[in-house]
């Protein structure tokens, strides 16, 4: 009995330890990032995310391997790992750490997302705007101006001044790119007035961001 219990039930004893000690390390990883986040901060904001991104598929790879409710065919060890899971409370502390990492994760997926969305929201507008641009000089292939036989000096110093009043234009309209896309929600409301859409389109300089 006393050669069992240095082996077989310590080892069963261990295993449920091993399992709580696991949980309360990712629980305290948990607490360690959110205690160093700071989300007027950049770079600590993207260290919080590789920290639970890490964190969740390390959690995942010990539920995978190592979070287990049986260990033996035999009714005592069973019972004595199930006397001892229920003496630690690991289904409880289990459940509740892989909440609170689902939890963040699913915000990370989430914050990732809106940002995915304000990206095309931006790039939307820039081409809408862009388009009239395009249309308007390109409309039947037409040349503003002829500088095809222009010497080479003189077109590539057009060509500066265009690129160089295009890239502003383009980085502008970003820059104004969530104003104008809240003035193209109200443009394509056909429920107000061309007053309410005017005043809309000088909100676009003049209106404060929340």
């Known amino acids: 009995m006393l050669a069992q219990f240095r082996h077989q039930h310590f080892l069963v004893f261990l295993i449920a330890h091993f399992q709580k000690a696991a949980l309360l390390m990712y ?3 948990l607490a360690e990032a959110l205690k160093n ?3 007027s901060d950049a770079a600590s904001v993207r260290q919080f995310k590789r920290s639970i991104r890490y964190g969740f598929g390390s ?11 049986e260990l033996s065919e035999q009714a005592q060890v069973r019972a004595l790992f199930h006397m001892c899971s229920q003496h630690l409370g690991l289904e ?3 459940a509740e750490v892989k909440e609170r990492i689902a939890e963040m994760n699913q915000y990370l997926e989430a914050d990732s997302l809106r940002r995915q969305a ?4 931006r790039l939307t507008v820039v081409t809408i705007f862009g388009l009239i641009g395009t249309v308007t000089t390109g409309f039947l292939g037409m040349n ?12 590539l110093a057009i060509f500066a001044i265009v690129f160089i009043l295009t890239t502003v234009l383009t980085v502008y309209t970003m820059v104004k790119s969530k104003r104008l ?6 443009l394509s409301d056909e429920r107000l007035s061309m007053w309410q859409k005017g005043k809309a389109l000088v909100g676009v ?4 961001d929340d």
């Open 27 to 29: 629980s305290d990883r």
């Open 205 to 208: 300089w003049t209106r404060k």
């Open 92 to 94: 409880p502390l289990h």
């Open 37 to 39: 986040l700071d989300i």
């Open 59 to 69: 959690f995942l790879r010990f539920t995978h391997r190592y979070w287990f409710h």
């Open 118 to 121: 304000n990206t095309v929201v």
């Open 144 to 155: 503003l101006m002829a500088e095809a036989d222009a010497p080479m000096e003189r077109r």
């Open 181 to 186: 896309s809240d003035f193209l929600d109200v």
